[in-house]
């Protein structure tokens, strides 16, 4: 009759008075469940399928509310309000002050520079902290690049270019990332590189690694590629 809210009272009270009435656990089961109360109906469902364990719809109608409860809890637990400012929408880099004692590198106003890099590299192979505020420049910056290209990204290589480098695996070896630097020349127009992902993880200088790889794309947006994805290729030059 679809009377789920008279069908919810009369298992209710037929519950109250007999707490083994398996017929009342599961009609009231039933009847949360068309009302949208899942959690609820879980529970009774969860408590017939105990008492019942080879009724296969008993445990059908389990497996579906748990699979909605699971569903719904997930869904919550992604959601983000649509006033809520980002992390990246709060960080205010104006209100940043850079001490004069520190001896870093530094990213003025402007444009990134190719001295900011080759500085960073030379300030990170020291043991050396970056000033958050041109960590979070860099952070900023390549995700403003990141948002506006597309998922798939078709790379050429320039006819000034001899050579295209494609790097599996850092996981986190920034003296390695240096290494590949060495041998391969650093990032430019005419040297460009393919960073096949998992950037970070396992090594000891992960922070290293994705702030020196997230500078070189801010640098070189259109020569400086990075991809997600887990690769068995280490370095080669094409």
Known sequence: MESYGYALSDATTALDIDRTYIKGYYRRASANMALGKFKK???????????RPKDQDAVNKYNQCNKIVHQQAFAKAIAVE????????SINLDTMVVEETYEGPRWEEGEMAVEFMTGLLDWLKDEKKLHRKYAYKILLRSKEIFEVQPSLVA???PDSSDRFTVCGDIHGQFYDLLNIFTLN?????????????DFVDRG?????????LLGF??????????????VIMTSYVI
């Open 185 to 197: 020349g650093l990032p430019s127009q005419d040297n460009p590189y393919l960073f096949n992902g």
């Open 217 to 230: 794309k801010v640098l070189y947006p259109d020569h400086f590629f990075m991809s997600r994805g887990d």
């Open 82 to 89: 649509s006033s809520k400012k980002s992390v990246a929408e």
């Open 204 to 212: 000891s200088f992960s922070v290293e690694v994705i702030l020196s």
């Open 155 to 157: 790379v050429s290589i």
């Open 41 to 51: 109906a879980l529970t009774d469902f969860e408590a017939v399928k105990k008492a």
